[in-house]
């Protein structure tokens, strides 16, 4: 070996590592994803302890994003007052989204509890600050909207920590925009990307609420999937990945 690769592998094996996670860790991991939820109900009124709390916004803090732009801020809401101030927003949000829904589904849309803003010991609002690594960011160059989906998958990283660790979580959307920016604060360039409940609950449903609610259902796998080009399905004799989707439609129930 020449010095240069003598010198590249001992700096390689400074910077990799390779670790490989258990049947445990990987069962502890799809645990997670089959049994998270959207909570809007069961909040209890305990506290989440900070080093809790913690360990969730590290987690969120440690999603990708678009040429490691972090662009988001973890907003904590523990004010009464601020959450009385959103509640009110998403109340009036919620009256006009109920009457753009026709006779049965708007009485079913009405019967829906669809935020915990009040219960929830703490809300978060995490948000997207499209300046915070300059104007030209690695990435990002040609699809905008890149820095937006850098901050969903915190939310999503912060969702999973939270189940993990028992905590609830509801995001409430049905709020304007601007609301948002005039009762938090926010500037003008920080999007205000996810509004959300958090605390401990009483209990976790065991599949989605709107599920349950008889208002959608979750769609077949199989058939979300297309090859090469747009709709282009296969059927499961066509295909062993299709063949596989089939045959794991219990994946989910191990975990319940
Ligand atoms: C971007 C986004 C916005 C959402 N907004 C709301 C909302 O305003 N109110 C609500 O009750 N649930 C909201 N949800 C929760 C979804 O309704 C829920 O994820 C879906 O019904 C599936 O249920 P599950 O999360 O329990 O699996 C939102 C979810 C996402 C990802």
């Known amino acids: 070996m020449e010095k240069r690769d003598v010198d590249k592998s001992a700096e390689n094996s400074q910077l990799m590592q390779n670790i490989e996670f258990s049947q445990e860790d990987k069962d502890g991991l799809y645990k997670t994803i089959f049994n998270r939820r959207d909570v809007r109900g069961q909040f209890k009124p305990d506290p989440i302890p ?109 969702w999973l920590a939270a189940r993990a660790e028992g905590v609830g979580l509801g995001w409430v959307s049905i709020i304007k925009q601007q609301a948002l920016h005039s009762i938090l604060g926010i500037p003008k360039g920080v999007v205000p990307v996810a509004y959300l409940c958090l605390g401990y609950v009483s209990d976790f449903y065991k599949k989605p609420e709107l599920e349950t609610a008889n208002w959608r259902e979750r769609l077949p796998l199989a058939e979300q999937v297309y090859f090469d080009q747009w709709q282009d399905t296969r059927e499961r004799g066509q295909d062993e990945l299709i063949h596989q989707l089939y045959e794991h439609e219990g994946f989910v129930n191990q975990y319940k």
């Open 50 to 158: 900070a080093e809790v709390l913690a360990r969730i916004l590290t987690a969120a803090h440690h999603a990708p994003s678009v040429g490691f732009m972090q662009p988001w801020n973890f907003m904590v809401i523990k004010s009464h007052q601020v959450k009385k101030s959103i509640h009110q927003a998403f109340s009036e949000a919620n009256e006009e989204a109920a009457q753009m829904f026709e006779d049965e589904k708007q009485k079913t849309y009405r019967s829906l509890k669809l935020e915990g803003i009040l219960e929830a010991p703490i809300n978060l609002c995490i948000t997207c600050d499209k300046n915070k690594a300059g104007p030209v960011v690695i990435g990002r160059t040609h699809i905008k909207t890149m820095d937006l989906y850098s901050s969903v998958c915190a939310v999503q990283n912060l």
